[in-house]
């Protein structure tokens, strides 16, 4: 079974802390996601990447950087965390190549006050 | 950019019922995976679907892929409450993945 595990389930910061997120595979998968879920706007994606240390912008990525310095590790990092960003955030991770099938971590809530 | 339409966005109903969840796009998908979700947690996969026409059961949940691979839909046969959570569909295009909004099911007992 492919695992993808999320290493903080639930996190509270303070407006203006640096935040990091890691996500690990097990599968020896290329590519690797982070996404955002809030209620009513879905799945939005963050950044992705194909390859170690190779990173591409999604949809949203103001106010989020990421890291890949090994192949099974794809760390999400806040560099100062705002209240907009409260959300729940989840990684995932796929085999290289067009279409394949798409794993999910468990997921991080994190709460910015 | 949001490809996929998911409907219905709520659905509540009662145990032993019948519904099914439709994701509708106008572009076409090389795959559609659905995915189920409970709150707090990740969404965990139920199906991939690949070929055009392609159905798929598992158990009391039958999944169908359209014959464009433009749209899919699950059918769910005399509904438990364990069958309560929140069902997202999402298509494959190239390397990127396209999802859907959900569908927010609860089964009343």
């Known amino acids: 079974d492919v695992k993808v595990t999320q290493s903080s389930r639930y996190l509270v910061k303070r407006t203006g802390e640096k935040v990091f997120l890691e996500c690990v595979q097990d599968?020896?998968?290329?590519?690797m996601f982070w996404y955002r879920q809030d209620p009513g706007l879905g799945l939005r994606l963050i950044y992705f990447s194909y390859d170690v240390k190779m990173k591409e912008k999604g949809d949203i990525p103001e106010g989020y950087s990421v890291s890949r310095e090994k192949k099974e590790r794809f760390s999400l990092i806040l560099e100062s965390a705002s209240t907009n960003q409260t959300s729940m955030y989840l990684c995932a991770s796929k085999v290289g190549g067009a279409g394949n099938t798409i794993y999910f971590g468990e997921g991080s809530w994190l709460t910015v006050v | 950019t949001q490809l996929l339409e998911q409907s219905p966005q709520f659905l509540s109903i009662q145990e032993g019922e019948n519904l099914t969840v439709y994701c509708n796009s106008s572009?076409?998908?090389?795959?559609l995976q659905w995915y189920r979700q409970e709150p707090g947690e990740g969404p965990v996969l139920l199906v991939t679907?690949?070929?055009?026409?392609e159905v798929k059961k598992l158990k009391r949940l039958t999944f169908q892929f359209g014959d464009a691979r433009k749209d899919s839909s699950l059918h769910i046969t005399a509904a438990q409450p364990g069958d309560t959570g929140l069902y997202l569909c999402?298509?494959?295009?190239?390397?990127?993945?396209?999802f859907g909004t959900g569908t927010s099911l609860t089964v009343i007992p």
């Open positions: 679907v690949v070929t055009g026409g």
């Open positions: 599968m020896d998968h290329e590519n």
């Open positions: 572009s076409v998908f090389s795959s």
């Open positions: 999402a298509g494959a295009a190239g390397n990127q993945f396209y």
